[in-house]
DNA sequence: CAAATATACTTTACAGTGTTAAGTTTCCAA
DNA sequence: TTGGAAACTTAACACTGTAAAGTATATTTG
């Protein structure tokens, strides 16, 4: 059945195709402006045909969503180069802050809206599997005698929670509104990255 | 001129009633779904009314945004009553949370969306002040012995993006997403308060 | 091979959105 | 009384997501 396979073959194409075209508006114009009638067009064919290959726009959304996620696991991907445990933490803040501003509008759709998630049935592996390299990388950093007196988790969720809100806080333009005014940190050309190093240099403290 | 500015009062009043309907509409079903129509219906006037008041959408949710900053800095006046200025920060912290918690539509509308921000023309005074008050408790801590080899405005700045980051994440269902599975925190039935109090345990070891 | 059926896609339509321009009513001042 | 301004509405535009119904084309079956 060569000919039903190809069928197969060809309908994924246009899944496919239905979400390069929708990552391709997403990238550009961000996730407001990427509508259902934009595809459509971008793709050529009518919007009512997307509805034949995803069942809504949140599923659209839940596909660009994995693909941020597979985007952020393969910069992730470096840290495996490094030794030090807490080298290693600190390249992968590093490495997250770069992703999130560098990838603003899948870093919103991956963390900030809610669309994507209602796709996910009670389970979000992708967010899980990111929280979990974290939890290894601090227990890592535990086992080199930092943190020690903290429990694993607990400490993972706040070093997430401080890199997720210094992002965000970046990405929507507060950090810049806060401090480039004179009245904070006239001194302090760059807030974002200034602030992180305070937070190692707390998380140093640590040991 | 005694009519005319009974008149003025008048007009007061019905923009002032727009921002009551919009804030009823919005409390109760959220941002998305509080519309031009449905709030021009609420107050029963014509949706093209509201325009006569608000230049655009904008500038409602900008109205929105400075009263939850409204809110938010009476909920921080009870911190005056606080002498110990690290209790003081703890204090803030759990009031921030509680703010954010419940009244998660207004703390999306001051810190997660930039369209309230597009109204506001080079300077965030809002935000600005309640900075100023994180970084006066800050400036008291360091005061009494914390945090002295940090500089005030980047503690200050750190403090805020991991509050930002755990409200946020709370809210979104992130956090118990990645918690309440079994993988990890098994034995930690809020993980919310949990990572809170290993955030404070950390400053605490900063003295 | 012809008829029935399934597949892939489109047209049309509904109910909603923010927003603008033009039209209408109301009311006050000259 | 009349002119005009102020307050409000109607109608319309250009969008949005999505469902139902219609139409070709291709495949299977009698």
């Given at each position: 059945m060569g000919i039903k396979e190809r069928k197969l073959k060809h309908k994924e194409d246009l899944k496919q195709s239905i979400l390069d075209a929708a990552k391709k508006l997403f990238i550009k114009e961000g996730y407001q402006a990427t509508s259902i009638r934009k595809i459509a067009a971008e793709i050529e064919f009518s919007p009512t045909t997307i509805y034949l290959y995803y069942k809504d726009k949140a599923a659209i959304s839940h596909a660009l969503h994995q693909e941020g996620f597979k985007l952020l696991a393969s910069q992730f991907?470096?840290?495996?180069?490094?030794?030090?445990?807490?080298?290693?933490?600190?390249?992968?803040?590093?490495?997250?802050?770069?992703?999130?501003?560098?990838?603003?509008?899948?870093?919103?759709?991956?963390?900030?809206?809610?669309?994507?998630?209602?796709?996910?049935?009670?389970?979000?592996?992708?967010?899980?599997?990111?929280?979990?390299?974290?939890?290894?990388?601090v227990q890592g950093c535990q086992q080199a005698g930092y943190f020690t007196q903290f429990n694993a988790e607990s400490f993972a969720m706040f070093i997430w929670s401080t890199m997720h809100g210094l992002c965000t806080l970046k990405i929507k333009g507060h950090l810049d509104q806060v401090v480039k005014r004179k009245m904070v940190m006239q001194d302090i050309d760059d807030a974002f990255t200034h602030t992180f190093e305070t937070f190692i240099a707390t998380l140093e403290k640590l040991k």
């Open positions: 991907s470096i840290l495996a180069h490094i030794d030090h445990p807490f080298e290693r933490l600190k390249a992968m803040g590093r490495v997250y802050m770069q992703f999130a501003l560098e990838n603003n509008d899948f870093y919103e759709l991956m963390f900030n809206r809610e669309e994507p998630l209602d796709c996910v049935d009670e389970h979000w592996e992708e967010g899980e599997q990111a929280f979990r390299i974290l939890l290894m990388v």
